[in-house]
């Protein structure tokens, strides 16, 4: 069906600026949104950023200003660049994929913004 790794994840500090790919293999044809969640300990799984097959980007509210997905040519690999990190940030971060038929799911990366 449709693969999602993602990698990038690792310690920042406080402010840093970090960026995690996610690449997409096998039937990525029919993926018409892809985009990235995340999972703090103790905390449920949070929509961070979405890109749909036209370009068009939604990102949290919270999250705005601070966190975007770079438009590329690949149709494989989506980034997410993360600026001006702060500790609350800190989670697994997991690319996903959606058809009309199905939610796929990447294997997570970590982040931790810690001094």
């Known amino acids: 069906q449709v693969q999602l790794v993602e990698s990038g994840g690792g310690r920042v500090q406080p402010g840093g600026s970090l960026r995690l790919s996610c690449v997409a293999s096998?039937?990525?044809?029919?993926?018409?949104?892809m985009g990235w969640y995340r999972q703090a300990p103790g905390k449920q799984r949070e929509l961070v950023a979405a890109?749909?097959?036209?370009?068009?980007?939604n990102y949290a509210d919270s999250l705005k200003g601070r966190f975007t997905i770079p438009r590329g040519t690949a149709n494989n690999i989506i980034y997410l660049q993360m600026n001006s990190l702060k500790p609350e940030d800190t989670a697994v971060y997991y690319c996903?994929?959606?058809?009309?038929?199905?939610?796929?799911w990447g294997q997570g990366t970590q982040v931790t913004v810690s001094s």
């Open positions: 890109i749909r097959s036209g370009g068009t980007t």
């Open positions: 996903n994929g959606d058809s009309t038929a199905a939610h796929y």
């Open positions: 096998g039937r990525i044809w029919s993926i018409h949104t």
